[in-house]
């Protein structure tokens, strides 16, 4: 009795408030579950966003009786409105993730702000409702993508990032380019009551998820339960367990290379090392760096970097976006449905290589797959010039240039978060009374979240005015020039410094 005394009260110190393991434990808290919810999440957000971008401008007509001079200029402020609300929100998400507990509360949260802002917009009578709706899905926005990608971090570890973020862009990227060509098909076919019912399905399967995930933190705390049970559970179980609960625990280890390696970790390396690190911080820091101390990291050329990369990928799926339909109207006298079928290219090729390019990103480091990418997508995107209106031929020849533009969507857009989320792993476990236990990696996220979505705001308000005032193949050599830029920073900032440019040093 005594032993059995003895162990409850050592269980019970070691998982506090909580006495016996929930139920589901192992799957709840299995890394593929956990990705695969937030991948769910963080597309729902982004698919309801675009999902209703082709209804907006009937609603306004039929149900607000706005007149034909005011819609188009309702339609950019309620889009502006939603870029808006999300820029300005996920910094502050970032900022207060890092000061609380648990990741799973507010990314509930963030769902309920979103099936209220969907619930009103479908059922909003005014411009003000509709402005409100879109203000409550931008913040709903900056939680979801700030908070995903910081519990997908802590799940999967630095060293695994570029599979999972790979593999969640993949379905990402298809919602962002598909969903406003869906809406149109469903309101054409049934109305208001087939776009927002597509909708609230996404919404439930969403809600389930998010309430089973267990986080590795949580699950963590009952490793000893069955390492202790041998009884109750098997040797597989228990191994099983704790490989799922022992991912990232933070600040053990120091990534110093995105490309493949990993220093010894980071309790090992002496004072003098880490005085003499270039990613150590001074002591005394501004009132600012305090309270926001993922700022200090933008010092680095290559977070800078990273940074820009990301609003350049938003920015060319935000091209895409405004400008296929259109050109497929124009040239090709296509209607939403048909246009929706030459999204199917470039979605298709990014979802079936985005797992594999977050793979070599993981093994062969973030240098090589951005510059690639960037370089690919430079001529594919001038030979978007040859597109003119036709028959057959030119139909076969858009869909085939916007396949293979797929290709270097899939490579642009794991190298980023991947880059970003190292970097910041340097600076915090060089630095750890700096960023604080659980470090800055939510308000890094939230950063992120606002480029990209201002990236994903200005592609098409600046595509749509290129194409309307130079011509469709013009501007598609501005964006070439863009990619073309990026390319050459990330060859000189992403992944270190270039090899070359360290043989030219060495030498002089």
């Avoid at 402020?77 to 929100?89: E, H, K």
């Avoid at 003499?276 to 820091?285: A, F, I, N, T, V």
């Avoid at 820009?308 to 497929?328: N, R």
């Amino acid at each position: 009795m005594g032993g059995y005394i003895s162990t409850g009260w050592k269980r019970s110190i070691a998982f506090g408030h909580y006495e016996t393991p929930p139920w589901g434990l192992h799957w709840r808290s299995n890394t593929f579950f956990i990705i695969s919810s937030i991948g769910i999440g963080m597309f729902t957000d982004i698919f309801l966003y675009a999902l209703v971008v082709p209804v907006t401008p009937f609603m306004l007509e039929d149900r607000i009786h706005l007149g034909p001079d005011q819609i188009q200029s309702q339609v950019s402020n309620l889009l502006a409105i939603y870029g808006a609300s999300t820029v300005i929100a996920s910094p502050i998400v970032g900022w207060a993730a890092d000061k609380i507990t648990s990741r799973q509360i507010p990314f509930m949260a963030g769902l309920v702000l979103l099936l209220t802002g969907t619930l009103m917009f479908a059922a909003g009578q005014t411009v003000a409702a509709l402005a409100l709706a879109r203000v409550l899905q931008g913040v709903s926005g900056a939680i979801v993508w700030t908070l995903g990608l910081a519990m997908c971090l802590e799940t999967v570890g630095p060293e695994n990032m570029g599979k999972a973020i790979g593999t969640i862009f993949s379905f990402i990227g298809i919602g962002t380019l598909t969903a406003p060509v869906l809406g149109g098909a469903l309101y054409r076919a049934s109305g208001y009551s087939g776009v927002f019912g597509l909708g609230a399905s996404l919404l439930a399967i969403d809600f389930f998820m998010r309430l089973l995930v267990i986080e590795k933190k949580v699950a963590r705390r009952y490793a000893d339960y069955y390492q202790s049970s041998e009884s109750e559970t098997s040797s597989v179980h228990d191994a099983d367990v704790e490989s799922t609960t022992s991912a990232n625990d933070e600040g053990d280890r120091v990534y110093s290379s995105t490309d493949g390696a990993t220093d010894e970790e980071s309790p090992l390396l002496s004072n003098e090392e880490r005085e003499d690190s270039p990613y150590r911080l001074p002591e005394q820091h501004s009132k600012w760096i305090k309270q926001f101390p993922i700022l200090i990291c933008f010092k680095d050329p290559a977070l800078i970097a990273a940074t820009w990369q990301t609003f350049v990928q938003a920015f060319i799926l935000g091209s895409f976006d405004a400008t296929i339909p259109t050109v497929a109207r124009d040239y090709f006298g296509f209607d939403s449905l048909k246009a929706g079928l030459l999204f199917l290219g470039p979605g298709g090729t990014d979802l079936l290589l985005g797992p594999f390019v977050g793979w070599a990103v993981d093994k062969y480091g973030t240098k090589g797959a951005s510059v690639i990418g960037y370089l690919y997508a430079t001529p594919m995107f001038i030979l978007l010039r040859l597109v003119h209106p036709g028959g057959t031929k030119q139909i076969a020849l858009y869909a085939s240039l916007l396949a293979l533009n797929g290709f270097g969507l899939a490579l642009i857009g794991t190298p980023p978060i991947v880059e970003s989320g190292a970097v910041t792993e340097r600076y915090y476990a060089m630095n750890p009374e700096v960023f604080g236990s659980k470090g800055p990696y939510a308000q890094l996220y939230g950063i992120n979240s606002a480029v990209f979505s201002a990236g994903l705001a200005a592609g098409p308000l600046i595509s749509g005015h290129l194409k309307d005032s130079i011509g469709y193949g013009n501007m598609n050599l501005v964006v070439a020039g863009v990619c073309l830029v990026t390319a050459v920073v990330s060859w000189l900032y992403i992944g270190g410094r270039p090899s070359l440019l360290s043989k030219v040093a060495g030498d002089a």
